[in-house]
């Protein structure tokens, strides 16, 4: 059985959007109500310790999420034969680096000189396998568009997953809620996943489907895996010169910076693949579509970051206590600089929906050995200092990427640039208002007081200030929000790429 897909309709984009968005609210929302309870009921310590447990894996399942699911969404069918041997191919990857991480457990604990990491490290592991096999499911449920499927496993998983931490953490039992917390999620997740698609994978494994979609995956893997070194090692680095409370204070931020990229950059970025990959047959609307995803990455994400930096101190003293307020210099830092990190990865989305995932290995790799360089000189300073550097990292690397869209899919980097000034224009009439209103009209407010005026001094700010720059782009998005569907040569696409 196979399926060939047409472009997708406006109705069906619009759609998948309303249900991603859905996701990202209702599942974020949950996640961070339990996040700032877990907060108030653990010790930084705690989120020290599966911040580094999480640094071996995420790398793990990054493996398993990115590559081969990719591999099937980004191809012209999906035939059973092709996505039995994908989700065995995933199940045994995940089992064979679960073995790995547990073997290693130990080991590492000692390395770090903390006993708890190692207990951790041989428990959460589990969350590999699992992860393998939903991994493939959702990339079949993906390359439907079934984006509703989706939505609802994240918030079923969040939510029972959140009970299930939150139980333990009432219980007494500390760390070990955070590990409950995720095995718990990835359970549920699994069975949402297979309760939408019960037909399961058959007990057949075909060696030329399999070396094709390593062949895709490989470089994809390899690209997401540097990338993933150069927004988690940062963390590793700081456990060998600050304390495991201090590295808890330092994942607060990143938490919070990783919450703000589901309800930004992350939304665009799942949209793009499935959308993209479906107008390869038409340059010229590739490449439309490709500016109008950079146009929406920067229209929400350079907002989003500066308006997270601006409320910073208020935020955290009120939703998570004074205990946390070291917490806020890496915070703001990292949110003001965060639109460098969203733009190189919706480039290599771009890249990867145009065929050309090797690409964006390079550019990945490149990006990484310079961020890995900078923080590791910077880690001895201190949280900001660490901050800082994978910020301009991230911001050096960003004309690299421009460049190879440019030479790609003849996106015209010079147009790109001035279609996003307004944009760019706005965020700083945002910044200065809010500026403005906090030393003049907030100044000496109660924190709740302060937080509020903030956020309605730049949602109008920005809104104001947008609408006047570019108003008539945004009502020209609205009216043809839509994927067009005549055919055209592939190979003008991609082959201009080397």
Same mark, same amino acid.
């Given at each position: ?12 984009? $619009? ?6 968005? %859905? ?23 705690? +989120?020290?310790?599966? %911040? ?62 903390? &006993? ?15 992860? #393998? ?15 509703? =499927? ?11 997953? #959140? ?10 039992? #500390? ?30 494994? &075909? ?40 590295? #808890?204070?330092? +994942?607060?931020? $990143?938490?919070?910076? +990783? ?30 579509? $490709? ?27 009120? =939703? ?39 690409? +964006? ?31 301009? %990292? ?39 208002? =809010?500026?403005?209103?906090? $030393? ?8 709740? %007081? ?27 998005? =609205? ?9 055209? &040569? ?9």
């Amino acid at each position: 059985m196979s399926m060939q897909e047409t472009a997708p309709s406006s109705r069906a984009v $619009a759609r998948s959007a309303l249900w991603r968005l %859905a996701e990202v609210v209702g599942g974020e929302t949950v996640a961070l109500i339990v996040f700032i309870a877990l907060a108030r009921l653990l010790a930084p310590e705690a +989120f020290g310790v599966v %911040a580094l447990a999480g640094v071996v894996i995420s790398l793990g399942q990054l493996l398993l999420q990115q590559g081969l699911g990719e591999a099937l969404i980004q191809g012209p069918t999906i035939h059973e034969t092709r996505f039995a041997t994908a989700f065995w191919c995933s199940l045994g990857l995940g089992t064979l680096l679960m073995l790995i991480v547990i073997a290693l457990a130990v080991p590492v604990g000692v390395l770090v000189g903390d &006993d708890n990491l190692g207990a951790v490290l041989l428990v959460l592991p589990l969350v590999l396998p699992i992860g #393998g096999a939903a991994a493939v499911i959702q990339a079949k449920l993906l390359r439907r568009m079934a984006f509703k =499927v989706v939505a609802l496993r994240v918030l079923a998983a969040t939510t029972v997953g #959140g009970i299930a931490g939150l139980g333990i953490a009432i219980a007494g039992g #500390g760390v070990w809620s955070l590990v409950g917390l995720q095995i718990t999620s990835l359970v549920v997740g699994l069975i949402v996943l297979l309760a939408a698609d019960p037909q399961l994978p058959k007990l057949v494994f &075909d060696r030329r489907e399999a070396r094709s979609l390593v062949r895709f995956a490989l470089p994809v893997m390899a690209a997401h895996l540097a990338k993933l070194a150069g927004t988690k090692l940062d963390i590793a680095f700081l456990a060998l010169f600050v304390t495991t409370r201090s590295v #808890g204070y330092y +994942f607060l931020a $990143a938490r919070l910076i +990783f919450a703000l990229g589901l309800a930004t950059q992350y939304s665009v970025n799942l949209l793009a693949l499935p959308v993209l990959s479906r107008l390869l047959a038409d340059p010229v609307a590739f490449r439309a579509a $490709a500016a109008r995803t950079l146009w929406l990455t920067v229209a929400t994400c350079l907002p989003a970051g500066l308006g997270l930096a601006l409320v910073a101190e208020p935020l955290v003293v009120i =939703v998570f206590g004074a205990t946390w307020t070291p917490s806020v210099p890496p915070l703001e830092i990292l949110a003001s600089m965060s639109i460098f990190s969203a733009l190189g990865l919706i480039s290599g989305q771009i890249l990867i929906a145009s065929g050309k995932p090797a690409l +964006f290995l390079r550019l990945t790799i490149a990006n990484t050995a310079l961020f890995l360089i900078l923080v590791a000189l910077a880690a001895p300073h201190g949280l900001a200092a660490v901050a800082l550097a994978g910020g301009i %990292a991230n911001a050096l690397m960003l004309p690299a990427y421009l460049l190879v869209l440019g030479r790609c899919i003849g996106l015209k980097i010079g147009t790109l640039l001035k279609d996003q000034l307004p944009l760019w224009s706005a965020a700083v009439v945002m910044v200065l208002s =809010v500026l403005t209103a906090d $030393a003049w009209l907030l100044d000496g407010a109660a924190p709740m %007081a302060r937080l509020l005026g903030i956020i309605a001094v730049g949602l109008v700010s920005y809104t104001a200030a947008l609408w006047l720059f570019a108003g008539d782009t945004i009502r020209d998005l =609205v009216v043809s929000f839509r994927a067009p569907t005549n055919a055209g &040569d592939q190979r003008a696409v991609t082959s201009s790429c080397a």
